[in-house]
């Protein structure tokens, strides 16, 4: 178990350490899908007379939702191309 413990938490760290910036990235993007589900929620909550406003601002938010996910994805693809690059540099 020790054997273990030794191989596997410098690689925990080093892998911790090296995907820090992505990781803040995406925790700020994930943070922002987080307040929308609430937002939603409590559209879907309110009273559904609104002249349809209530009705467009869940729409507006599912299409943040999307763009949110896409730029995660986007992200996700790009870095690894990145790295693809530094690594054939090096």
């Given amino acids: 178990m020790k054997k273990i413990l030794k191989i596997v938490l410098p690689l925990i760290t080093v892998l911790t350490l090296t995907y820090q910036?992505?990781?803040?990235?995406?925790?700020?993007?994930r943070e922002a899908m987080d307040a929308l589900n609430q937002a939603k929620a409590?559209?879907?909550a309110a009273t559904p007379d609104k002249?349809?406003?209530?009705?467009?601002?869940?729409?507006?938010?599912?299409?943040?939702m999307d763009e949110i996910k896409a730029g995660i994805q986007y992200d996700r693809e790009h870095e690894s191309?990145?790295?693809?690059?530094?690594?054939?540099k090096d």
Avoid: S
């Fill in 21 to 29: 910036p992505l990781r803040a990235n995406e925790n700020h993007m």
């Fill in 42 to 44: 409590h559209l879907k």
């Fill in 81 to 88: 191309k990145k790295e693809e690059k530094k690594k054939k």
């Fill in 51 to 64: 002249g349809g406003h209530r009705v467009r601002a869940i729409h507006l938010i599912d299409n943040a």
